[in-house]
């Protein structure tokens, strides 16, 4: 009798083991289904935020188009409605948001734009200079030194970008004509470095983690960060003065650069203070300036040898950000539009952050 009731606790024992082995299994496989579940769900929010995601460039390239059209307006200028801030829309009944900007991509320096050839000067009926758009060029003197008076490179990019990063960086164990040089170096396609300051292949194949120079244009400003002497605090500097176009046009327009950016219309002049440039874009006419009306503004100071064929009065990139959230799902797309006429056409698309 009393083995008997030892092998029923054997037996009981074992029922409630397997019944606890049991229990865990179906609460695993619920919360697998569970999680299988949330994860189709968000696949599939996600899917939907792409699409309204695309369906903003269509939407920003239409009204960009009507807008040109209707207004008929000569220049792209930031009085106008493109350049008024975000703008969000409720989707799915409410679940869901789309919000999207526009930023004027001649409002920025164009790193890869450091390639940029010296425009091709002329001569007018009157014997003036031309600069490379037929207009009058500002530089009167034909001088040939650099806008802060230093001795140049001779290349106009690396010399802008130089003075770019000198009103940004204060304190730094690298110089901005080194920094410019590095990666004036990064894109171009020879091995041969620069000067004292230049880096090619040999000076990356030896870190730690060693990598080779682009040798072509940069894809996204944050490829700085690669470069030598570059570091996160230099980056931060500049990073809200600089961008990245798929091509060396270096142009700057005179129309959209903010007041607080006013180093990057600066840069391209001499003979004139920074508070004067600045001054003139915070009192932007509605219409935007031309040649004659922004050098009147400015009372005083011309056109750089570097600045000879970049500083421009109109634009032809526009950067459409947008951002879809449908439920758990979302979707960030960056898409550079390029205008011709008044038609905007999608060239190149970032997508995520």
């Given at each position: 009798?009393?083995?008997?009731?030892?092998?029923r606790?054997?037996?009981?024992?074992t029922?409630?083991?397997?019944?606890?082995v049991?229990?865990?299994?179906a609460?695993q496989i619920i919360n697998?289904?569970?999680?299988?579940v949330?994860?189709?769900a968000?696949?599939?929010?996600?899917?939907?935020?792409?699409?309204?995601m695309?369906?903003?460039?269509?939407?920003?390239?239409e009204?960009?188009?009507?807008?040109?059209?209707?207004s008929?307006a000569?220049?792209?200028?930031?009085?106008?409605?493109w350049s008024?801030?975000?703008?969000?829309?409720?989707i799915?009944?409410g679940?869901?948001?789309?919000?999207?900007s526009?930023?004027?991509m001649?409002s920025?320096?164009n790193?890869?734009?450091?390639l940029?050839?010296?425009?091709?000067?002329?001569?007018?009926e009157?014997?003036?200079?031309l600069?490379?758009?037929?207009?009058?060029?500002?530089?009167r003197?034909?001088?040939k030194?650099?806008?802060d008076?230093?001795?140049?490179?001779g290349?106009?990019g690396?010399?802008l970008?130089?003075?770019l990063?000198?009103t940004k960086?204060?304190?730094?164990?690298v110089s901005?004509?080194?920094?410019a040089?590095?990666?004036?170096d990064f894109?171009?396609?020879?091995?041969?470095?620069?000067?004292?300051d230049?880096?090619?292949d040999y000076?990356?194949?030896?870190?730690?983690v060693?990598y080779?120079?682009a040798?072509?244009?940069?894809?996204?400003?944050s490829?700085?960060?690669?470069?030598?002497?570059f570091d996160?605090?230099?980056?931060?500097?500049?990073?809200e003065?600089?961008?990245?176009l798929?091509?060396?046009?270096g142009?700057?327009?005179?129309?959209?650069?903010?007041?607080?950016?006013?180093e990057l219309?600066w840069m391209?002049?001499?003979?004139?203070?920074?508070?004067q440039?600045?001054?003139?874009?915070?009192?932007?006419?509605?219409?935007?300036?031309?040649?004659?009306?922004?050098?009147e503004a400015l009372?005083s100071?011309?056109?750089?040898?570097q600045g000879k064929g970049r500083?421009?009065?109109?634009?032809?990139?526009?950067?459409?950000?947008?951002?879809?959230?449908?439920n758990?799902?979302?979707?960030?797309?960056h898409s550079?539009m390029?205008?011709?006429?008044?038609e905007f056409?999608?060239?190149?698309?970032?997508?995520?952050?």
């Amino acid at each position: 009798m009393m083995g008997y009731n030892k092998s029923r606790g054997v037996a009981l024992i074992t029922i409630l083991i397997i019944f606890s082995v049991l229990s865990i299994l179906a609460v695993q496989i619920i919360n697998s289904q569970q999680m299988h579940v949330q994860r189709t769900a968000n696949i599939i929010n996600s899917s939907r935020a792409y699409q309204y995601m695309y369906g903003a460039e269509v939407f920003a390239a239409e009204q960009l188009k009507a807008y040109f059209k209707n207004s008929k307006a000569d220049r792209v200028h930031r009085n106008q409605p493109w350049s008024q801030g975000a703008i969000s829309f409720e989707i799915e009944q409410g679940l869901g948001q789309l919000e999207g900007s526009l930023r004027d991509m001649h409002s920025c320096f164009n790193i890869n734009s450091i390639l940029m050839e010296p425009a091709a000067i002329g001569t007018g009926e009157d014997g003036e200079q031309l600069g490379s758009g037929g207009n009058l060029n500002q530089d009167r003197g034909g001088s040939k030194e650099p806008n802060d008076g230093s001795e140049g490179t001779g290349m106009p990019g690396v010399d802008l970008f130089a003075k770019l990063l000198e009103t940004k960086i204060e304190e730094s164990e690298v110089s901005p004509q080194a920094l410019a040089v590095a990666t004036k170096d990064f894109i171009d396609e020879d091995q041969e470095p620069t000067g004292i300051d230049g880096a090619e292949d040999y000076n990356y194949t030896g870190l730690q983690v060693p990598y080779r120079t682009a040798d072509t244009l940069l894809a996204h400003s944050s490829e700085l960060m690669v470069i030598k002497g570059f570091d996160a605090e230099i980056y931060d500097a500049v990073k809200e003065y600089v961008c990245v176009l798929p091509t060396t046009d270096g142009t700057i327009n005179v129309n959209t650069v903010k007041p607080e950016h006013a180093e990057l219309v600066w840069m391209m002049l001499e003979d004139v203070d920074l508070s004067q440039v600045r001054q003139a874009l915070q009192e932007l006419p509605e219409d935007g300036y031309d040649e004659a009306g922004f050098f009147e503004a400015l009372g005083s100071g011309k056109v750089s040898e570097q600045g000879k064929g970049r500083l421009v009065y109109d634009s032809k990139y526009m950067l459409l950000t947008a951002r879809a959230r449908v439920n758990t799902g979302s979707a960030t797309v960056h898409s550079l539009m390029l205008k011709n006429d008044n038609e905007f056409h999608v060239v190149a698309r970032h997508i995520g952050e």
